[in-house]
């Protein structure tokens, strides 16, 4: 017959368990380990031929080496060539004068020049005239140079002295070192100023996203209304209204080589609309949040979306399979370019990084750590092989296809949502209060800043530009702006460089700021 089994408290229970631990873990085990000494030995050599192993042998100090290397022909001994590093044979120890001779003696070894050389050098040194400064002066210069020569150049002459030298009894001429001038930066190009040309209404929410068509008729914008209009790009009247989206608007994207509107919102949607029959042919499903943004591949049909998901997708534009999730940003992916060389693929995002990305692998090849703020906006130069992004912090230029920083365009000390570039090399970027800044693309002057009108009716605060884009000729900016209007801005005809001068002054070239 079994034993009864005595039950026993929570309290003993958990006790007991206690003991246990204590006795399993803390009885003998924790007390400290006794150092074994050789096994530090072997640790500390380990750590010196690891981490010392380059200069652990390295030869001692020039006694030792002076026993054993020739005076005459500088060599060192047969046994201990390998153990002594290579000398660097130099040239000429003190700097070069006109009319005397290097001799072997002088060049050996980089020794200093025996006296007899010295007196032979200051034989041959042109005579200073009277006429032209006292004898005080010449005997300095001649100090300064016999110093000089002394110690084997390794000095260098002081600051250069306006002592006049008369060469071979003719003309006296001035004998001055030439100082190296500081690097300045280059002249902007002049560019003529900017002036609003055309405003549009018509939208009843803020207008987020804009494209112009191949052909340079039309343009189409997206709003926060959920619509998406079609404009007259030379009169500016509204054309068509496409309804579809349940929520804004925030890209859109015109096809050069089929009849194809894309356009990507905040509901998740990315649409194909065909516009010879002005409804939508297409959905994209795939993204898990709203979309922000989207572009086409110049030369194949690849279609690509970023959004607050943190992901690019890419598109096969005729399936809507998903090609490629491009994933790697910590935050939401405000915007995707893409071009037909490498890297196909840039994004920007609001963890402050920018990815250019394989297309093929669908893996990213290089992060760009440089920005302290979000990426809102990318753009990339037209002809040049480079782009630029922006950020509350500043604007950086890069280069493809590493992403080698170019320089900053500090100015625009606000919440830079888009900018634009042009062939002509004008770069414009738009604020969230308002002001658009325009810049010369290869210098980085700002040449010209407005400040965007609000439209009657509406609030100051309301002067916010969300995208721009310029037309096909480059002779127009069409801004879309959280006032709900769109602003056309054309070059100023009238202007010219005297009339509008470039008020630019030369400045030392500064060390680039990452």
Same mark, same amino acid.
């Given at each position: 017959?079994?034993?009864?089994?005595?039950?026993?408290?929570?309290?003993?229970?958990?006790?007991? !368990?206690?003991?246990? !631990?204590?006795?399993?873990?803390?009885?003998?085990?924790? *007390?400290?380990?006794?150092?074994?000494?050789?096994?530090?030995?072997?640790?500390?050599? $380990?750590?010196?031929?690891?981490?010392?192993?380059?200069?652990?042998?390295?030869?001692?100090?020039?006694?030792?080496?002076?026993?054993?290397?020739?005076?005459?022909?500088?060599?060192? =001994?047969?046994?201990?060539?390998?153990?002594?590093?290579?000398?660097?044979?130099?040239? @000429?120890?003190?700097?070069?004068?006109?009319?005397?001779?290097?001799?072997?003696?002088?060049?050996?070894?980089?020794?200093?020049?025996?006296?007899?050389?010295?007196?032979?050098?200051?034989?041959?040194?042109?005579?200073?005239?009277?006429?032209?400064?006292?004898?005080?002066? =010449?005997?300095?210069?001649?100090?300064?140079?016999?110093?000089?020569?002394?110690?084997?150049?390794?000095?260098?002459?002081?600051?250069?002295?306006?002592?006049?030298?008369?060469?071979?009894?003719?003309?006296?001429?001035?004998?001055?070192?030439?100082?190296?001038?500081?690097?300045?930066?280059?002249?902007?190009?002049?560019?003529? %100023?900017?002036?609003?040309?055309?405003?549009?209404?018509?939208?009843?929410?803020?207008?987020?996203?804009?494209?112009?068509?191949?052909?340079?008729?039309?343009?189409?914008?997206?709003?926060?209304?959920?619509?998406?209009?079609?404009?007259?790009?030379?009169?500016?009247?509204?054309?068509?209204?496409?309804?579809?989206?349940?929520?804004?608007?925030?890209?859109?994207?015109?096809?050069?080589?089929?009849?194809?509107?894309?356009? $990507?919102?905040?509901?998740?949607?990315?649409? $194909?609309?065909?516009?010879?029959?002005?409804?939508?042919?297409?959905?994209?499903?795939?993204?898990?949040?709203?979309?922000?943004?989207?572009?086409?591949?110049?030369?194949?049909?690849? *279609?690509?979306?970023?959004?607050?998901?943190?992901?690019?997708?890419?598109?096969?534009?005729?399936?809507?399979?998903?090609? @490629?999730?491009?994933?790697?940003?910590?935050?939401?992916?405000?915007?995707?370019? $893409?071009?037909?060389?490498?890297?196909?693929?840039?994004?920007? !995002?609001?963890?402050?990084?920018?990815?250019?990305?394989?297309?093929?692998?669908?893996?990213?090849?290089?992060?760009?750590?440089?920005?302290?703020? =979000?990426?809102?906006?990318?753009?990339?130069?037209?002809?040049?092989?480079?782009?630029?992004?922006?950020?509350?912090?500043?604007?950086?230029?890069?280069?493809?296809?590493?992403?080698?920083?170019?320089?900053?365009?500090?100015? @625009?000390?606000?919440?830079?949502?888009?900018?634009?570039?042009?062939?002509?090399?004008?770069?414009?970027?738009?604020?969230?209060?308002?002001?658009?800044?325009?810049?010369?693309?290869?210098?980085?002057?700002?040449?010209?800043? *407005?400040?965007?009108?609000?439209?009657?009716?509406?609030?100051?605060?309301?002067?916010?530009?969300?995208?721009?884009?310029?037309?096909? =000729?480059?002779?127009?900016?069409?801004?879309?702006?959280?006032?709900?209007?769109?602003?056309?801005?054309?070059?100023?005809?009238?202007?010219?460089?005297?009339?509008? %001068?470039?008020?630019?002054?030369?400045?030392?070239?500064?060390?680039?700021?990452?």
């Amino acid at each position: 017959m079994a034993e009864d089994i005595v039950k026993h408290s929570v309290h003993t229970l958990v006790f007991r !368990s206690l003991k246990r !631990s204590h006795d399993m873990f803390l009885h003998d085990n924790s *007390l400290p380990m006794k150092r074994d000494k050789e096994s530090d030995q072997v640790k500390s050599m $380990c750590k010196i031929r690891d981490e010392y192993f380059l200069v652990k042998d390295l030869v001692s100090p020039k006694e030792t080496l002076t026993s054993t290397r020739n005076p005459v022909t500088g060599a060192y =001994s047969s046994n201990q060539v390998s153990e002594v590093p290579p000398l660097i044979q130099g040239t @000429h120890p003190y700097p070069s004068t006109p009319g005397v001779a290097l001799t072997l003696e002088m060049a050996v070894n980089n020794r200093s020049p025996s006296k007899a050389g010295v007196e032979q050098l200051m034989s041959n040194l042109p005579s200073t005239t009277s006429q032209f400064h006292s004898h005080k002066e =010449s005997s300095g210069v001649m100090d300064i140079q016999q110093k000089a020569l002394a110690t084997g150049g390794k000095e260098r002459l002081g600051p250069p002295s306006k002592a006049l030298v008369s060469v071979g009894g003719t003309k006296p001429s001035t004998a001055l070192v030439q100082q190296k001038k500081a690097a300045t930066l280059p002249k902007p190009q002049w560019h003529p %100023p900017w002036k609003l040309m055309r405003v549009i209404s018509g939208h009843t929410g803020w207008v987020r996203s804009v494209a112009v068509e191949p052909g340079n008729q039309w343009f189409a914008t997206g709003s926060a209304d959920r619509t998406i209009k079609i404009w007259e790009l030379g009169s500016g009247k509204l054309k068509l209204s496409l309804t579809g989206h349940i929520s804004t608007v925030r890209g859109l994207a015109v096809s050069p080589r089929q009849p194809y509107l894309f356009s $990507c919102g905040e509901d998740k949607q990315v649409k $194909c609309w065909d516009l010879e029959y002005n409804k939508v042919v297409r959905h994209y499903h795939g993204h898990l949040s709203a979309i922000y943004s989207l572009d086409l591949h110049p030369t194949i049909d690849v *279609l690509l979306t970023c959004g607050r998901d943190a992901t690019a997708r890419v598109w096969d534009m005729r399936t809507k399979a998903c090609i @490629h999730t491009l994933t790697g940003h910590t935050s939401t992916v405000a915007v995707v370019k $893409c071009q037909a060389v490498e890297p196909q693929v840039i994004t920007g !995002s609001h963890d402050c990084t920018i990815r250019l990305w394989d297309l093929a692998a669908g893996k990213s090849k290089v992060t760009l750590t440089n920005h302290k703020k =979000s990426v809102r906006s990318v753009v990339l130069h037209p002809t040049q092989f480079s782009f630029a992004s922006a950020s509350p912090d500043n604007i950086k230029q890069w280069k493809f296809p590493d992403g080698n920083f170019l320089q900053n365009l500090i100015g @625009h000390n606000s919440i830079v949502n888009c900018m634009a570039v042009n062939s002509d090399g004008v770069l414009v970027s738009g604020g969230d209060n308002g002001t658009m800044h325009f810049w010369d693309w290869r210098t980085g002057y700002n040449f010209q800043r *407005l400040q965007a009108s609000v439209q009657p009716g509406s609030l100051d605060s309301e002067a916010g530009i969300f995208a721009m884009t310029f037309d096909l =000729s480059s002779s127009r900016l069409i801004t879309c702006e959280a006032d709900k209007t769109i602003k056309i801005y054309k070059e100023d005809d009238t202007a010219s460089e005297e009339t509008h %001068p470039v008020n630019w002054k030369p400045e030392i070239l500064k060390r680039k700021r990452y």
